[in-house]
């Protein structure tokens, strides 16, 4: 059964950086694609960055040029560096496996929060 633990998420002022890594077991991990995805208040879940197993990226417009997705299949993590933060980055940031380049798959994590805000 897939598990899916984030971390690093937290509170950092407007401008600020972060990184989220997302620990994965239960899951043949260098041949699933990885993703990220947030869910702001009152909107969908949506794609923030995702990464395939031959590393192929993909990132939603409000993120290009601030926000790196990576993988390390040795230790079985996802990274999500964010810098250039702002405040309507803001929410819980959940890691997702199992999906393609435009398409959750169905291994979710519990999420970790971020705020944005001076």
């Known amino acids: 059964q897939v598990q899916l633990v984030e971390s690093g998420g937290g509170l950092v002022q407007p401008g600020g950086s972060l990184r989220l890594s997302c620990a994965a077991s239960g899951i043949f991990f260098s041949i699933y694609t990885m993703g990220w995805y947030r869910q702001p208040p009152g909107k969908q879940r949506e794609l923030v960055a995702v990464?395939?197993?031959?590393?192929?990226?993909n990132y939603a417009d409000s993120v290009k040029g601030r926000f790196t997705i990576s993988r390390d299949n040795v230790k079985n993590t996802v990274y999500l560096q964010m810098n250039s933060l702002k405040p309507e980055d803001s929410t819980i940031y959940y890691c997702n496996s199992g999906g393609n380049l435009h398409v959750a798959g169905s291994g979710w994590g519990q999420g970790t929060q971020v705020t944005v805000s001076s």
């Open positions: 990464i395939s197993h031959n590393e192929v990226t």
